[in-house]
């Protein structure tokens, strides 16, 4: 029997799926068995998966028409038989030693029901964008789930399997936030916590589930901290605000200025090219081309052009 459980659903990832399976094949810690659904895909990601299942005997894999991502993982949860479940997104990289040192703080830390860790946010081509950190205590991460804001990532989280069954696992009408709804339940089980270092590098690109169904996510995460309200007594949060969804262009400057801010300037350049070329009107598009281009000198030349200004305005 397993220690550890580790539940992919897969569907129409071929680019990114072959390191995925092997950063899981390649932790540090061995003790696993790999529960894979392959949702029907229709590239070749269920060809490539059959390969590996072929090679790896702790490799579970189940394919079948498609049924939707929530269903997936329920159905890939229903196979699970480890004392923890790990999740694992099918474009996303888990660092060598994630399983290791997340099973031995649950094992340190009883009162905990799961484990996150921060992210490293890579591109397309897995070029690092920025580290999310994340808040580490239960405390934090209540607070910021119950204003509706992110506080643990859904593919590098570490669960206690027996506590993720009793609150009855995922559940459809939460659908687009179903992370977002389990975490309110299992804060109510135990305490939650994420490892300060990130542990999982997490892929962003314009299919991403999150931004394909971003209004029905947004939509879900109200409905979800309406009833976590309702089951703790406390009034809906009146400073909630719904936020417009993001446009693909609003999005790639977003992560063009995260390359740029963390100093990954290579990262930044590449994006900010791509942004210029595909909307050279815009003013943010020439200022992220011209501070990724100027680098580490940006800061230093912006402050020196302030300090003229201010001695000329003196004068």
């Known amino acids: 029997m397993p220690r550890c459980s580790v539940l992919m659903p897969v569907y129409n990832a071929e680019p990114y799926l072959g390191e995925a399976v092997e950063s899981i094949l390649r932790q540090t810690y061995v003790d696993f068995e790999f529960i894979i659904v392959d ?11 059959e390969n590996y299942a072929a090679r790896d005997a702790r490799i579970t894999l189940t394919s079948r028409p498609n049924t939707g991502y929530l269903r997936a993982l329920n159905e890939g949860l229903a196979l699970c038989r480890g004392e923890f479940v790990a999740r694992m997104d099918a474009d996303d990289v888990a660092l060598a030693d994630r399983l290791r040192r997340q099973i031995a703080f649950l094992d340190s830390h009883p009162e905990c029901v799961m484990v996150g860790s ?93 931004f394909v169904n971003e209004e029905r996510g947004r939509a879900a995460v109200r409905a979800a901290l309406t009833d976590a309200c309702r089951r703790r007594g406390l009034p809906f949060p009146a400073e909630l605000v719904s936020v417009r969804p993001q446009s693909a ?62 001695c000329g305005t003196q004068r």
């Open 39 to 49: 949702d029907g895909s229709t590239d070749r990601s269920r060809e490539i998966l």
């Open 118 to 210: 921060a992210l490293l946010r890579i591109d397309a081509d897995g070029d690092v964008l920025c580290e999310e950190r994340l808040p580490e205590t239960h405390e934090e991460i209540e607070a910021r789930l119950l204003r509706a804001t992110g506080a643990i990532g859904h593919p590098a989280a570490l669960i206690r399997r027996r506590a993720l069954v009793d609150v009855g696992g995922y559940r459809e009408p939460y659908y687009g936030a179903e992370d977002h709804d389990l975490w309110l339940r299992l804060a109510e089980r135990g305490r939650l916590a994420n490892l300060p270092d990130a542990l999982l590098k997490c892929r962003v690109h314009p299919e991403n589930f999150t």
């Open 249 to 310: 262009l609003e999005r790639m400057r977003a992560w063009t200025r995260s390359a740029i801010y963390a100093g990954h300037y290579a990262t930044g350049r590449k994006h900010a090219l791509a942004l210029w070329h595909q909307d050279p009107w815009h003013a943010d598009s020439w200022v992220l081309l011209i501070h990724a281009l100027l680098g580490r000198w940006a800061g230093p030349l912006r402050a020196a052009y302030r300090r003229l200004r201010g």
